[in-house]
């Protein structure tokens, strides 16, 4: 099973920055993409944020141009430097892992994490 735990979190004025960070352990299986989710009081979740083993990436809409996910391919880490926060990024964020088995190459599941709270303040 994949095991992540995240850390970063916290509470940030309007315009400033947080970096959040995510680490897996993999125990028998290989991650071939990670992603950060978010998850406002109320709503549902969304992706914020995706990236494949090989680098391709992808943002939702509202934080282009102000997060970046980046990850670490032989430690199993990734991040989310997130820039120019705004309240309306107020949510719980959760790390996500998308894991195939080593030894059974069909198995494949997404792992989460248990989540960190971003809360911008006006």
């Known amino acids: 099973q994949v095991q992540l735990v995240e850390s970063g979190g916290g509470l940030v004025q309007a315009g400033g920055s947080l970096r959040l960070s995510c680490a897996a352990s993999?125990?028998?299986?290989?991650?071939?993409?990670w992603g950060w989710y978010r998850q406002a009081p109320g709503k549902q979740s969304v992706l914020v944020a995706r990236?494949?083993?090989?680098?391709?990436?992808n943002y939702a809409d509202s934080v282009k141009g102000r997060f970046d996910i980046s990850r670490d391919n032989v430690k199993n880490t990734v991040s989310l430097e997130m820039n120019s926060l705004k309240p309306e990024d107020t949510a719980v964020y959760y790390c996500?892992?998308?894991?195939?088995?080593?030894?059974?190459?069909?198995?494949?599941?997404?792992?989460w994490g248990q989540g960190t709270q971003v809360t911008v303040s006006s």
């Open positions: 993999t125990k028998g299986f290989s991650i071939t993409a």
């Open positions: 990236i494949t083993r090989g680098g391709d990436t």
């Open positions: 996500t892992a998308e894991a195939n088995s080593v030894a059974l190459a069909s198995y494949s599941y997404t792992a």
